[in-house]
T-cell receptor, first 112, second 114 residues
């Protein structure tokens, strides 16, 4: 049972454009929603995270939008750069389990 | 501060063998989690250790086991290897609980089972 659904599977964006990746979750007990960035040959690295008490969090060019009623959250990358080309994973976690449940990943390619 | 290190980086084994992977967390981190990453299943949680005790476990068969030492270093063991165990095994460390402290991932160990 896939508890976190992520789309799209792949995304091609031109330099300077906006990249948008969406995730939906089923378990309302999730209370922590991080996004990870993974480059080839590397482990995932935390990019930005949000808790359900806020609807948006922005860090530089990266913004998480969170819709608790719809059980959806998304990552927006503004002014996308070729260096942003990587695989992005959304994830969710229940505080009392400490198990991160990952989405299936989105491969982002930003062309100059 | 050094990051999470994993050894070996690459490993080739044959079916039926067993394998041990090692993870050294960031200094001061006491929680170590293990994940399996495959193209088909994505990233899946294996288990988490804290202060030498397994605190959480994912849905993997008993062939997958782990342990943590007093210095927080952790090892993961897979016995009776199957072709489907071929994957990137990732270790992540955090100060305490992954739910409250950022998890930092290592580069992973790429296991190939022939």
């Amino acid at each position: 049972q896939q508890q976190v659904k992520q789309s799209p599977q792949s995304l091609i964006v031109q330099k300077g454009g906006i990249s948008i990746i969406n995730c939906a979750y089923e378990n309302t007990a999730f209370d922590y929603f991080p996004w990870y960035q993974q480059f080839p040959g590397k482990g995932p690295a935390l990019l930005i995270a949000i808790r359900p008490d806020v609807s948006e969090k922005k860090e530089g060019r990266f913004t998480i939008s969170f819709n608790k009623s719809a059980k959806q959250f998304s990552l927006h990358i503004m002014d996308s750069q070729p260096g942003d080309s990587a695989t992005y994973f959304c994830a969710a976690l229940k505080g009392n389990t400490d198990k991160l449940i990952f989405g299936t990943g989105t491969r982002l390619q930003v062309f100059p | 501060k050094a990051g999470v290190t994993q050894t070996p980086r690459y490993l080739i084994k044959t079916r039926g063998q067993q394998v041990t992977l090692s993870c050294s967390p960031i200094s001061g981190h006491r929680s170590v989690s293990w994940y399996q990453q495959t193209p088909g299943q994505g990233l899946q949680f294996l288990f988490e250790y804290f202060s030498e005790t397994q605190r959480n476990k994912g849905n993997f068969p008993g062939r997958f086991s782990g342990r943590q030492f007093s210095n927080s270093r952790s090892e993961m063991n897979v016995s009776t290897l199957e072709l489907g165990d071929s994957a990137l095994y990732l270790c992540a460390s955090s100060l305490d609980r992954p739910s409250t402290d950022t998890q930092y991932f290592g580069p992973g160990t790429r296991l190939t089972v022939l």
